[in-house]
């Protein structure tokens, strides 16, 4: 189900999908980084996993974040560097969000 969610957001194998939240998502994180979308974000992300359907294979699941996946690790990664936590709107939080059928923490 988590794949079906990203791509029911517009993330999909064919690219994003115009007026999706996707593309909204796409727009707003081009914006604030100065035009371009930054590798590692959740934009680019969440388009390089749905083009390859490898959500829920990456350990983000309708039920939560698996242990021992490539999730745990990013989640790890990404609350060592942010002091403990995961931040709203970061990658970890708005990849699980959006496999749950979530907007990513963005309205």
Do not use: C, W
Not at 54 to 72: E, L, P, R, Y
């Amino acid at each position: 189900m988590s794949d079906q969610n990203v791509h029911n957001a517009g993330f999909t194998p064919s690219g994003i999908s115009g007026g999706s939240l996707a593309s909204s998502m796409m727009s707003r994180e081009a914006t604030a980084s100065g035009g371009g979308v930054p590798s590692g974000g959740p934009t680019s992300t969440l388009q390089q996993m749905g083009a390859r359907s490898t959500t829920h294979s990456s350990g983000f699941t309708s039920s939560g974040i698996s242990g021992g996946s490539q999730a745990s690790y990013m989640m790890s990664k990404e609350a060592s560097s942010h002091g403990g936590g995961t931040p709203r709107g970061g990658t970890t939080s708005t990849v699980q969000s959006i496999s749950m059928g979530g907007k990513g923490g963005r309205h």
